[in-house]
């Protein structure tokens, strides 16, 4: 359940089945996927939505070496609030001071939310202004036409090391409310340590 009655102890955690990604180039790859049941499978092809700023696939003409991630990137990475084990953050840091956040909850009945958001960074705080959910898509048979978009509220991250941050949220949807989660570092990319 969202928000200050998340039980951790009540989330269960199963094995939903084997998924291989295989890159073709740095911009795109195939999926495969297979559920345990053998109910959903299939493959997926994959373009890139977003680099991290610094890094991207192809070098800058007079470029000699690999690029290097900016400082920004580094606090890329997933989050989580112990208190909320089961649920978190994975947020990226893109070029031009963005950021893109997507944000792995529940609703007050317990059914898995995705919360997205792009927004802004000044170097210690992502502001997202328009968090969004999205409903209605299904693995198998996926049409776009069936993705129902919503707009959720707002939030900020912000961060107090590179391996700790605070999130402050207010949604205007019901149930979601308003308040906050520490969150601590869970994975950072590969060669982006702080």
Same mark, same amino acid.
């Given at each position: 359940?969202?928000?200050?009655?998340?039980?951790?102890?009540?989330?269960?955690?199963?094995?939903?089945?084997?998924?291989?990604?295989?890159?073709?180039?740095?911009?795109?790859?195939?999926?495969?996927?297979?559920?345990?049941?053998?109910?959903?499978?299939?493959?997926?092809?994959?373009?890139?939505?977003?680099?991290?700023?610094?890094?991207?696939?192809?070098?800058?003409?007079?470029?000699?070496?690999?690029?290097?991630?900016?400082?920004?990137?580094?606090?890329?990475? /997933?989050?989580?609030?112990? #208190?909320?084990?089961?649920?978190?953050?994975?947020?990226?840091? !893109?070029?031009? %001071? @963005?950021? +893109?956040?997507?944000?792995?909850?529940?609703?007050?009945?317990?059914?898995?939310?995705?919360?997205?958001?792009?927004?802004?960074?000044?170097?210690?705080?992502?502001?997202?202004?328009?968090?969004?959910?999205?409903?209605?898509?299904?693995?198998?048979?996926?049409?776009?036409?069936?993705?129902?978009?919503? /707009?959720?509220?707002?939030? #900020?991250?912000?961060?107090?090391?590179?391996?700790?941050?605070? !999130?402050?949220? %207010? @949604?205007? +949807?019901?149930?979601?409310?308003?308040?906050?989660?520490?969150?601590?570092?869970?994975?950072?990319?590969?060669?982006?340590?702080?």
């Amino acid at each position: 359940i969202f928000g200050d009655n998340f039980d951790p102890s009540s989330v269960s955690r199963e094995n939903w089945g084997d998924v291989t990604i295989t890159f073709d180039s740095c911009d795109t790859a195939s999926m495969q996927y297979e559920s345990n049941d053998g109910t959903e499978s299939g493959t997926l092809n994959l373009s890139r939505l977003t680099n991290l700023d610094g890094l991207k696939c192809e070098l800058p003409a007079n470029a000699s070496t690999q690029a290097l991630p900016s400082e920004a990137a580094k606090k890329s990475g /997933t989050f989580f609030d112990p #208190t909320h084990d089961g649920e978190g953050a994975v947020i990226q840091i !893109l070029e031009n %001071n @963005s950021a +893109v956040v997507y944000w792995y909850t529940y609703d007050q009945s317990g059914n898995q939310v995705w919360i997205l958001g792009t927004g802004t960074f000044d170097g210690t705080t992502i502001t997202v202004d328009n968090a969004i959910t999205a409903t209605g898509g299904i693995l198998a048979n996926f049409n776009p036409n069936d993705v129902v978009r919503e /707009t959720w509220g707002n939030f #900020t991250i912000t961060y107090s090391s590179c391996t700790e941050a605070t !999130l402050q949220y %207010n @949604s205007s +949807v019901s149930g979601f409310g308003s308040g906050q989660q520490n969150l601590e570092r869970l994975t950072t990319p590969k060669g982006l340590e702080c």
